[in-house]
């Protein structure tokens, strides 16, 4: 038997690990170009917009007061969307994760990942066709007997087109993103965790809010997220839904515009210096996608030593 | 503040499949019984029916009486949430809460059962629990910090601090030291003995040693072959089954001869 150099540097093995290395520093590499590029993008367009005078602006008084309103017409949308989309969606998960006999979870299971495939415009169709008409007199109601709540004041839209309906399209639009990333981790949730709970004398529920919610609250975080990235970012439904106009603090009254559906409404027909304004929205949509997924980092390191990770 | 346990012709199956068959045995208050036999021969099994653990896996289910101070914990409108509170259990790798702090473990189980707890009360709680798993002078300084962050011994005795601060009548212990190195087994050994003043404890061990040094009674189970039903071979005085068993397969066993 002849002994193997220690020093050998040759082999197929060695020029596999090399090449694997290359490929995914490539990858990685390519990913923070394009990221860096649109930046650059965004920021290299905008300029003429954030440097132009005031009155040449859409608006005649500058690019803040023309962004802030859709700002947070954007934001308001969003928070609406999680609002209502995050208990159902945990819910949900919960219910196929621990509840729902096995045959049921994953039928399901199915359905939901089906509600992802739907494509946007088709909820925004179902949203503009249907829903705004539907739910109108609840609105009507909604202005009689709550209208003291700033955002329920009235007159209430007869179309239903508001910023309400765009945020309940929106809502069934994440609800799938939220369910589907929340079952992943339930159903990860360690089974010692789980017997540990039900071992001290946890009902189904106790146990799930000593052993499963604490273990999933990270991955709850980032699936909601997610699901924020996506209805902040939601062109078309809002676009079909909406009957925009200049911001309100009433989420049934027509009004409220989101930045992604200003863009896609004013693009086709912009020239110019509308043009770059519409770009310089965009680059604002883009910081707050950033400064919420930072955020939501942030909130999940703040836990680390208590995550079961160490 | 302990009971005994007298199970009666008890069959546990798997959906179709029997996997322990026909075990009676009585269970003495104030005593540690120890389970030992083969991988595979139904005793971690045979020990989760005694507080209804086995229920997790779908499909598990019982034939027979299991009697804890002659109330049978399979009687109609029996529920395992209660029966758990009073069997407490502590599993073959310590699994203290990881998003708890060392204090709140602790306090896990009582915090179920009684909501309403005063800080003194707590306070003392953990102090008498954490003494009682010989734990209080190792992390008293840091009750706020992760449970998580504790060594595998501690994580265990934590488990054990966990399991007696809601004062259950027996405490179920499955393989508790088989993920531990010789000298936290050594600290969880001495921790049974103190624990039969006060408990009933029933341990299931691949350690024969072990059985021998904590346990006053020790039944063996075996097993036919693969797919066989697991029974209860011999079940005495822990002195008796290692010196002079009655059964031949009870004397392969423990004189190491298979297994």
């Known amino acids: 038997m002849t002994a193997t150099p220690l020093t050998s540097t040759q082999g197929a093995g060695r020029a596999g690990d090399k090449v694997f290395s290359g490929a995914t520093l490539a990858a990685g590499c390519l990913i923070l170009a394009v990221l860096f590029g649109v930046a650059l993008f965004l920021v290299v367009q905008a300029i003429p917009a954030l440097t ?49 006999p096995r045959g049921l979870a994953s039928g399901l299971g199915y359905v939901v990942d089906l509600l992802a495939a739907i494509p ?50 929106l809502a069934v639009m994440v609800l799938p993103i939220i369910t589907s990333l929340s079952r992943e981790i339930f159903l990860q949730t360690p089974k010692l965790h789980e017997e540990a709970a039900l071992a001290l004398g946890a009902t189904r529920w106790e146990m799930i809010k000593m052993a499963v919610l604490p273990f999933a609250r990270p991955g709850i975080i ?58 310089a929205a965009g680059l604002v949509l883009f910081i707050i996608t950033l400064a919420v997924n930072m955020i939501a980092r942030w909130v999940i390191t703040r836990h680390k030593e208590f995550s079961g990770a160490n | ?47 989760r029916t005694l507080n209804r653990m086995h229920e997790v896996i779908p499909g598990a289910r019982v034939e027979g009486e299991v009697l804890l101070d002659g109330d049978n914990l399979y009687g109609p409108g029996v529920d395992p949430v209660t029966v758990r509170s009073q069997i407490g259990m502590v599993f073959q790798r310590p699994n203290p809460f990881p998003t708890m702090s060392i204090r709140d473990n602790v306090l896990a189980g009582v915090k179920l059962n009684n909501k309403k707890i005063s800080k003194g009360e707590a306070d003392v709680l953990v102090e008498r629990s954490l003494k ?63 624990l039969k003043d006060q408990y009933t404890v029933v341990i299931v061990t691949h350690n024969m040693q072990q059985a ?33 068993p009655v059964q031949k397969a009870t004397e392969d066993y423990v004189s190491g001869r298979f297994g």
């Open chain 2, 212 to 244: 021998a040094r904590v346990s006053d009674r020790t039944a063996f189970f075996n097993i036919a072959g693969t797919g066989k039903p697991g029974k209860l071979i011999e079940y005495g005085d822990t002195h008796t089954i290692f010196s002079n």
């Open chain 1, 120 to 169: 946007s415009v088709v909820y925004g169709a179902w949203g503009a066709a249907f829903l705004a008409k539907e739910i109108s007199p609840a609105y009507g109601w909604l202005a009689a007997n709550m209208g003291w709540l700033p955002i329920f004041q009235g007159p209430a839209s007869t179309t239903g087109k508001t910023i309400l309906t765009a945020g309940i399209v």
């Open chain 1, 52 to 100: 132009a005078p005031a009155d040449k602006i859409q608006g005649g008084q500058g690019f803040f007061a023309y962004i802030w309103p859709i700002v947070i017409g954007t934001l308001i949308a969003a928070a609406i969307a999680l609002v209502i989309a995050t208990p159902i969606a945990i819910g949900v998960a919960l219910f196929i994760s621990h509840f729902a």
């Open chain 2, 132 to 194: 009682g798993a010989n734990l209080w002078n190792e992390v008293k300084d840091r009750l706020e910090k992760p449970g998580s962050g504790l060594s595998g011994g501690q994580q265990q005795r934590l488990c054990i601090a966990r399991a007696i601060a809601v004062e259950p009548q027996v405490i179920l212990m499955d393989e508790p030291c088989s993920a531990l190195d010789p000298i936290s087994t050594l600290a969880i050994e001495d921790l049974i003995n103190e």
């Open chain 2, 1 to 47: 503040m302990s009971k005994r346990i007298d199970v009666k012709d008890l069959n546990v199956y798997y959906g179709d499949f029997l996997a322990v068959e026909d075990v009676s045995i009585n269970i003495e208050a104030k005593s540690v019984t120890a389970f030992i036999g083969p991988s595979g021969c139904g005793k971690s099994t045979f020990l």
């Open chain 1, 222 to 279: 980032s699936a909601v997220m997610l699901g924020l990235g996506r209805a902040l970012g939601e062109t078309m439904a809002v676009a079909l839904v909406l009957s925009s106009g200049a911001l309100t603090a009433s989420l049934i009254q027509s009004g409220n515009q989101t930045i992604a559906a200003e863009i896609a409404l004013n693009f086709p027909e912009a020239s110019g210096l509308k043009v770059s304004t519409l770009i």
